[in-house]
């Protein structure tokens, strides 16, 4: 079987860093292959962008993400079209919209976020690059802009929420839909119609590491992505499709978005 690729790891976190370097043997020995790493912050690129250049599996995304909307400056977005230039990243990334956040203070608030969001899209369009999108209960509106933006470079929605419908305009606009370590979950009944519901070759697999754990993790212990494999048992399970099946598309639709071929 294919190497599998985590197509969401925060590999540059610390709390993943500490890890190192048996969790990146471990994930070898799980079968995860290569990981993508997104970008959050303008204090963590060059950490990032050193890592990944490091070694040829780590493939690396950059951005700006709204959980920081009230840190990001003008600079900041200079300093990443640039950084699209001289170190050629997969995709830009991780950029979105999070109305789970407390959209009444002033860093965060809706215009806020769509400020760094359009001003982003723009240089992604520009520099020809996919998209890392995080949506936290802002599907309709991120599908919008997108639209309104006429971006046509697709991507991945990352830990994707939502409806059928909702996906569906997604991936109509080229975009690939990232299912990870809540799909693990028993409870997650409306997420598991969707994967059924969806064609495989919209469907991505990722962990999000080192947030979001999964199902049976001990308390405060940090998802991992040599855990990935987990998340390719439960679709098989739910979509009643071979293990080696769902690894190799999935693996090709994450090649093929990325354009990693
Ligand atoms: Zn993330």
Redesign the pocket.
Known sequence: MHQLIDS?C?WGHPRLQALQPELWQSCIAQGVGQLVV?G?HHASFSQQISLCEAHPCWHLALGL?PYFSDRHTQQHLSDLAEALVHHTPVAVG?IGLDFALDTNLEGFSIVHQEHWFIAQVKLAQHAKLPLIV?SRKANDRLGQLLRQLKFDQGGIV??FSGSLQQAEKFTQLGFKIGFGGTLTYDRAQAMRRLVKALPLTDIVLET?AP?MPMAGQEQGQPNRPDMLPRVLAVLAQLRLEPISEIASQTIANTLDVLRLN
Do not use: A, I, N, S
């Open positions: 969401h925060h997104p959050t993400h991780e995080h990352h830990g999000d947030d």
